[in-house]
Structure formats: structure tokens, C-alpha cells
T-cell receptor, first 111, second 116 residues
Framework: LAKTTQPISMDSYEGQEVNITCSHNNIATNDYITWYQQFPSQGPRFIIQGYKTKVTNEVASLFIPADRKSSTLSLPRVSLSDTAVYYCLVGANNQGGKLIFGQGTELSVKP | GAVVSQHPSRVICKSGTSVKIECRSLDFQATTMFWYRQFPKQSLMLMATSNEGSKATYEQGVEKDKFLINHASLTLSTLTVTSAHPEDSSFYIC????????????FGQGTRLTVV
């Protein structure tokens, strides 16, 4: 299973755009890239998923270069409530596809 | 959207007793579910893959006789921590993915286990 590497922590201020980059050099052909958000004492919550190029939804954008060896989660105009741990995962996109968590990025948004 | 629900959300038990945690997929059938454990300030660690109608697959280093997994139906998997000890105190989380192609995995709200 592809291993992911992310910055351990990041700081930002309210209203700023935050970009978190994840490295996954040995991503497999059938792997998807998925980002989750976790608040303390809660299960992870899905943010966005993609396979290649760019994906955008109502909360974030995901940029994936052509070689797919990295991806960048972009959070526009963060607020205090975006303070959380963000995990980048790669894996097969089927019911039996394991998701192995890396260390995640602890994002702290300050006023 | 799809929901995965865990019960209980928190439990306190005495050393030596067993605790059962339930994980349900509320609006989809899941032939596979996953169990994770998370210690404070750490990431989620995959413990095992729960397979409906067959034995669970455990990750390396996870004691299968200690953490019993039963996936008796397509919407329910249970994790039983047997003969619990204080070091088993942790946050246990399950996940499952709907069968539709491209679906993301959903996670339960987690179960905080405290062994005293």
C-alpha cells in the first residue's frame, strides 16, 4: 500500500487559503487519493477524493499533478472551525480497499 | 449520505472484563468493514479487516484472540476486546464503504474505551 508523507503541522490565520501537500511516490495505478478531516474524539470525515488533475467541491479543491506522486489539498478562506488534523490517504476505491493512515497534518487556524 | 454508526460512544470497564463495540452501516450493505485504534495524539492504526461471513483479517501485531471480530450480517460488525487491560484503553473507530463505484469510505463516530 502506498505510503503518504505530509507536514506534521501548519499554522494559518482566519480568511487565508491553506494548501497542504502530500507525497505518495509509490501510488498504484488503481489508487485514488482521498483527504479526511478529524476533530478530537471524532471519526474522520471525508473532504475530497480524486484520481488525477483537479477536483473541487463545496469545501475544498484537490490538485493532482500528472505523475500522481503528490497531491495538494486547498482550503479556501479557513476559519477557526477548520482547526483539525487532515489526513491524505491513497488506496483502491472499492469496498475492500484498505485505507492506511499516515501521520496527518495538524492545522491550527488562529484569529 | 451514507452513515456508519458505532455503539457505544464511550465505555468504562474493569480490567479482565470483555467489551463489545458495534459498527453498523445504516443505509448500505458492507461486505467489508475496517477497525482502527487511535491513541492520543497519534494517527489511526488499522487493526483488522472484517469480512462478512468469513474470518477477519488482522494486521501484523494485532492479537486476533484479544480482539475478536464478528461480521455476521451485511450491516453489522462487532469488535470484542477480551480480558481488557488498561493498555487497551484507546479510541476505536470503524469504517465501511458503500458498494457503488467511486464511493468514499465512511467512519463511525468512534468509541472511547477506558479500562480501569
Amino acid at each position: 500500500l502506498a505510503k503518504t508523507t505530509q507536514p506534521i503541522s501548519m499554522d494559518s490565520y482566519e480568511g487565508q487559503e491553506v494548501n497542504i501537500t502530500c507525497s505518495h511516490n509509490n501510488i498504484a495505478t488503481n489508487d485514488y487519493i482521498t483527504w479526511y478531516q478529524q476533530f478530537p474524539s471524532q471519526g474522520p470525515r471525508f473532504i475530497i477524493q480524486g484520481y488525477k488533475t483537479k477536483v473541487t467541491n463545496e469545501v475544498a479543491s484537490l490538485f493532482i499533478p500528472a505523475d500522481r506522486k503528490s497531491s495538494t489539498l486547498s482550503l479556501p478562506r479557513v476559519s477557526l472551525s477548520d482547526t483539525a488534523v487532515y489526513y491524505c490517504l491513497v488506496g483502491a476505491n472499492n469496498q475492500g480497499g484498505k485505507l492506511i493512515f499516515g501521520q496527518g497534518t495538524e492545522l491550527s487556524v488562529k484569529p | 449520505g451514507a452513515v456508519v454508526s458505532q455503539h457505544p460512544s464511550r465505555v468504562i470497564c474493569k480490567s479482565g472484563t470483555s467489551v463489545k463495540i458495534e459498527c453498523r452501516s445504516l443505509d448500505f450493505q458492507a461486505t467489508t468493514m475496517f477497525w482502527y485504534r487511535q491513541f492520543p495524539k497519534q494517527s489511526l492504526m488499522l487493526m483488522a479487516t472484517s469480512n462478512e461471513g468469513s474470518k477477519a483479517t488482522y494486521e501484523q501485531g494485532v492479537e486476533k484472540d484479544k480482539f475478536l471480530i464478528n461480521h455476521a450480517s451485511l450491516t453489522l460488525s462487532t469488535l470484542t476486546v477480551t480480558s481488557a487491560h488498561p493498555e487497551d484503553s484507546s479510541f476505536y473507530i470503524c469504517s465501511a464503504r458503500p458498494p457503488e463505484e467511486g464511493s468514499e469510505a465512511f467512519f463511525g463516530q468512534g468509541t472511547r474505551l477506558t479500562v480501569v
